[in-house]
């Protein structure tokens, strides 16, 4: 399994970070490995991405969600892929963006890649992105609902 951790920050305040990090389907404006994201539910989402030559189409669930402070997800089935996005106050108008994730490279291509660093330099890139997004057009309303991996919460 392998752990890519990198951040930003970005000159809008947290809520503004937040709200448009949750217009999931807006994710390939601005992610370069990402083709096109559906959300069927408040929860579910479907991928295609296409990163140094490999296509993946996979389900993700989000198992965690609280309001300007983090998103956690799992992909569903074969993938092994899971992670957090956390949204950190530093300023009214500046916040940091900090991504976390594990995933599970498959075959050789997939591997060798992890192992020269494509799929962390393409997270980078992909959050680099974000921040001229979320600057250029942080107003969006996103979704303020909660989440909880405990049922009973």
Known sequence: MSKIE??????????????EWTQFEEFP??????????????TRTHWE??????RREFEAEIIEQHPDD????????RLL???VISFHHLGPEHTRVTLQMDYEPEGLTERTGDMLGIIRHRIKRDLEG?????EAHGGARGWRGEISADPRL
């Not at 983090?70 to 089935?77: E, F, L």
């Open 29 to 42: 404006q601005f992610m370069g490995g990402v083709d096109r994201i559906e959300q069927s539910t408040e």
């Open 130 to 134: 974000f921040k001229q997004y979320v």
């Open 49 to 54: 991405t296409r990163i140094a030559g490999v």
């Open 81 to 83: 892929q899971a992670g």
């Open 70 to 77: 983090s998103i956690a997800w799992s992909s569903t089935g």
């Open 6 to 19: 990198e951040s930003v920050d970005v000159a809008v305040p947290v809520r503004a970070a937040y709200n």
